[in-house]
């Protein structure tokens, strides 16, 4: 896929405006301040592509960038303690409301901080993907704070702290060193490769 080709595409704050899913695609999910803005930025070697900040809680809508046969979606953060109720509320209704509709989703990108357990959130993210039996990655964000030992420390506790954690795909990622970047790059083109030859086998 041509990364640099990647646009920023719209963004909503709420279900009601976010039109029909037409393309597939991936999402990017996670806590706020776990790295997704960060993460598109790197992935598609756009600097300002998805806006990031110290602050959690910057991206408080769900945006889209895509190209001619792919679609992503960079989730609001989940999980930040300091916002309203009002805005937890207006969070979870754009959430359910982007899951509900009958979306393509070809694979969610599930972040979560490396250097810490999953929180209650992380978990309840996952429940819900295996759950809608949506197919999912673990990206595990922020990966350059981790010294080499407790890198290996960590990557042991995730598949003993998340559930079916033998099982499931752990991808170390960096948007600091690019560590990881190459990694995913191959899981979206095989991705792409999917969706292009079933487009195909429909249309003929
Ligand atoms: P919300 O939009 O609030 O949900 O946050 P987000 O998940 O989009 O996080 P964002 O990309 O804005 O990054 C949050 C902070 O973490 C920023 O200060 C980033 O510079 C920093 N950060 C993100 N990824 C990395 C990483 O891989 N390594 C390091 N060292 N810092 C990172
Ligand atoms: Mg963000």
């Known amino acids: 896929m041509n990364y640099h080709k990647v646009q920023f595409l719209t963004s909503y704050g709420r279900a009601d405006q976010l039109p029909p899913s037409e393309k597939p695609g991936g999402v990017f999910a996670g806590r706020s301040n776990v790295g997704k803005s960060s993460l598109i930025n790197r992935l598609f070697q756009q600097k300002g592509l998805a806006r990031v900040s110290a602050t959690p809680g910057k991206t408080a809508t769900i945006n889209f960038f ?7 979606a960079d989730l609001p953060g989940y999980g930040y303690a300091k916002v309203s109720r009002g805005e937890k509320l207006r969070w979870a209704a754009l959430m359910e409301g982007y899951f509900a509709q009958d979306r393509d989703i070809a694979l969610v990108l599930s972040l979560m901080d490396s250097r810490h357990p999953p929180s209650r959130e ?4 996952l429940d819900f993907l295996v759950d809608q039996e949506l197919p999912f990655v673990v990206v595990l964000t922020k990966i350059d704070k981790l010294s080499p030992r407790q890198r290996q420390e960590r990557l042991e506790a995730f598949r003993r702290e998340l559930p079916f954690g ?12 690019g560590e990881g970047r190459e990694a995913l790059c191959e899981i979206i083109d095989q991705l792409e490769e999917d969706i292009l030859r079933e487009a195909a086998e429909e249309g003929a």
């Not at 895509?66 to 992503?72: K, P």
């Open 66 to 72: 895509g190209t001619q046969s792919l679609i992503f």
């Open 166 to 177: 033998e099982e499931l795909t752990l991808l170390p990622f960096s948007a600091e060193t």
């Open 122 to 125: 992380d978990l309840g993210m």
